[in-house]
């Protein structure tokens, strides 16, 4: 079976990987995160994947009688990086169970090498089993973790997960459809496809991510990190901060009581479950998931890069509530460390109460009250 355009999908298939591994590179680059190094490893293993297909055009040939046995590495290879990276996204670290759960996995690998190199398996698709669900099964859950915690749904850069969601739920079927005659071609092609749409989806993501609008004017009230018990007490003190130009507000407001006393250049995230994506242009609002720390900042900063100096924050109790204190504060003291070196003011508003004594210490001593 001949589907037009097929001669083109291996070129497509090998640039694509390139794009994948050049993206997420530079992600690593820029975030100095551990997860996104694993992640760009595991992606560079696949560009220079051992495949005919790759190789050929190359003029590289893999000895037949070692190929069954080379093919299949960098499937484990690639599937344990990309699981050990996608539980540094999810978590922010990896814990004693994360590596329990990778050792597994890397002895599972190492056993079924071994059996590759004896009699023990009678067909192409038995010795595929464990290879195509390690590989497949890592790109699943790398694209859910990236949906469910980095990427904003319902923008392009969501292309990047899916892409890698289909890729791999393809993979996982690899040991039956490839040995499909009239369905080979076509796994070929959706392969390809998916991969293409994963590579445009983490262009999008690094390189062109969703960037708020620049703010003019005077815009800070008063430079620093501010601490308050109340809404009410914040805006007496320092101003109704939403209602200024140039001002970042992360609540759980609902947006029905706030879209009167907005200003035109205040940027609005809106801090739930309910909903994700752009949901109106001027002010712009966003709903975010409170589990997306990472583009939160991500988008922050950008807003602070392109003129916004006052970032007002009253939604601190349920980040804590879904990401846990350690990594609710972490986000706080990131923003506080950008706020002060571009010469603006974050504005905490909480209730102390919800803290124990050590997390009331730790905030307390990050951020100032005014008398």
């Known amino acids: 079976m001949s589907i037009p355009g097929s001669n083109l999908i291996p070129y497509l298939n090998f640039i694509s990987r390139w794009v994948l591994f050049v993206a997420v590179a530079y992600k690593a680059y820029e ?6 190094v694993l992640i760009s490893t595991a992606f560079f293993i696949d560009a220079i994947g051992i495949e005919d297909y790759i190789l050929a055009p190359l003029g590289v040939h893999i000895n037949p009688q070692a190929y069954v046995i080379a093919a299949k590495i960098p499937n484990f290879f690639f599937g344990i990086l990309i ?3 996608a539980f540094h996204l999810k978590y922010g670290k990896t814990d004693f169970r994360h590596t329990v759960y990778i050792s597994i996995l890397a002895v599972a690998s190492y056993i079924w090498l071994f059996l590759l190199a004896t009699d023990v398996f009678k067909s192409p698709t038995q010795e595929a ?17 990236l949906d469910k915690y980095v990427i904003s749904r319902g923008t392009p850069e969501a292309m990047f997960p899916w892409g890698l969601i289909l890729l791999g739920a393809l993979n996982i079927t690899y040991p039956v459809t490839r040995f499909i005659d009239w369905f080979a071609p076509i796994g070929f092609f959706l392969g390809g496809m998916f991969r293409l749409i994963a590579a445009i989806g983490a262009v999008k993501f690094v390189f062109y991510p969703v960037t708020p609008v620049k703010a003019d004017g005077e815009l800070s009230p008063q430079k620093g990190v501010f601490l308050f018990r109340s809404r009410e007490e914040a805006f007496r003190k320092l101003g109704k901060l939403w209602a200024m130009p140039g001002t970042v507000v992360l609540t759980r407001e609902d947006l029905r009581t706030l879209k009167n006393s907005l200003n035109p250049e205040t940027l609005v995230f809106w801090v739930t479950r309910a909903k994700e994506g752009k949901l109106e242009e001027r002010p712009q609002v966003y709903a975010i998931s409170p589990t997306k720390i990472e583009i939160l900042t991500d988008l922050i900063a950008r807003a602070l890069a392109q003129g916004y100096r006052t970032i007002y924050v009253e939604a601190f109790e349920y980040l804590m509530l879904e990401n846990g204190f350690e990594n609710a504060v972490k986000f706080l003291l990131n923003l506080k460390d950008r706020v002060v070196a571009e010469g603006g003011a974050l504005v905490l508003v909480i209730n102390l109460e919800v803290l124990n004594e050590k997390q009331r210490r730790i905030i307390e001593r990050e951020f100032e009250e005014l008398s």
């Open 83 to 85: 699981i050990w990276g």
């Open 31 to 36: 975030t100095r995160d551990k997860g996104w």
């Open 129 to 145: 089993v464990l290879p195509s669900l390690v590989l497949g099964g890592s790109l699943v859950y790398l694209g859910w973790v």
